[in-house]
């Protein structure tokens, strides 16, 4: 065990980092199996909770996919995917909502006020947080383009900053549940990579940090040697259309270069898995995961 001597080293080895990312914003993509194991997911309220004791003004948005489906599944009901993105009919909806918003949110948000964080817990309905819109998929299929209907997915059409900013300033982490509505008040599920890019766009984010169930991006997912440490825009494009990063990672990869387009400084793709991943890809600079390049 470390003596009181090197505990109080590491705690200086941190202090640049705690010092450069001091009130900035940095938001969070929890999802993955760091959401479905209860030490990682005490972990990582502690993470969050100690980000924000640092002065780091953290974002969280929330996925659900595997309690969504494992509900439905009680319910007798199947989950079909397609790109990574959940087919939703009004049902599912309505569950996606009540899991979403009434178990992962509250859940994520209790445990970390346990650690004393101050945290709040929001879905995107809440003061227009998540303005949105029918998703219109297209996908090619037999060398033809064809849209297709995935039900109550929705795209964000507008955030409102100013509600989020409103909380950051106030001292709170918003903690974000990814559901939308349109004008009519339609519910919508959003994916939650995909709000958490817009987000990170909006408030131009110091960092986006995508937590997932996997080391970050491979270039053959079968082979670890092929490991990505540094992925440039057009090698994920590439990468994208000849199959080579499919299914949940498409809208990852999406956010993190949208994000990077919208003055996002950095995005990085990492491994849940790992205890404490957030805060060693924050706070050392031993590269971490997969991060997404201009
Ligand atoms: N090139 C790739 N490198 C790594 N993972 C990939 C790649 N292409 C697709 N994936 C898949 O993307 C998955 C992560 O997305 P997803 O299942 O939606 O998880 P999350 O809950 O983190 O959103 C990985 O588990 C992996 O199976
Ligand atoms: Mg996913």
Redesign the pocket.
């Known amino acids: 065990m470390f003596d009181s001597k090197q505990k109080i080293e590491t705690l200086i080895e941190a202090m640049p980092y705690i010092r450069r990312f001091q009130n900035k914003i940095i938001v969070i993509k929890y999802?993955?199996h760091a959401?479905v194991n209860p030490d990682l997911k005490q972990k990582f309220a502690q993470d969050i909770a100690f980000l924000q004791f640092s002065g780091l003004r953290p974002v969280v948005v929330h996925?659900g996919?595997?309690e969504i489906t494992q509900m439905l599944s009680r319910l007798g009901k199947k989950s079909e995917f397609i790109e990574?993105l959940r087919v939703t009919d009004a049902e599912a909806m309505e569950i996606a909502q009540m899991v979403l918003v009434g178990k992962i949110n509250t859940d994520i948000t209790s445990a970390m006020v346990r650690y004393g964080a101050k945290a709040l817990g929001i879905n995107g309905k809440d003061s227009n947080l998540l303005m949105a819109c029918k998703l219109l998929k297209k996908i090619k299929k037999d060398d033809k383009i064809k849209e297709i209907d995935l039900g109550f997915v929705g795209d964000v059409k507008s955030i409102n900053g100013e509600f989020l900013r409103t909380i950051l300033d106030s001292g709170y982490i918003p903690v974000i549940a990814p559901l939308g509505s349109d004008e009519n008040g339609q519910s919508y599920n959003i994916n939650?990579?995909t709000v958490a890019g817009k987000i990170a766009a909006t408030l131009q984010a110091e960092k986006l940090i995508?937590?997932?169930?996997?080391k970050?991006?491979?270039?053959?997912?079968k082979d670890p040697k092929s490991f990505i440490s540094e992925l440039s825009f057009d090698k994920a494009y590439e990468?994208i259309l000849r199959g080579?990063?499919?299914?949940?990672?498409i809208?990852?990869i999406n956010a993190c270069i949208l994000a990077l387009k919208n003055q996002t400084k950095a995005a990085h793709i990492i491994d849940?898995t790992i205890p404490r991943s957030i805060l060693m890809e924050i706070f050392t600079d031993k590269g971490f995961g997969t991060m997404v390049v201009k």
């Open positions: 999802g993955g959401m996925g996919g595997p990574g939650a990579d995508m937590l997932t169930d996997v970050g991006i491979f270039e053959n997912p990468m080579a990063i499919d299914g949940g990672m809208p990852k849940g």
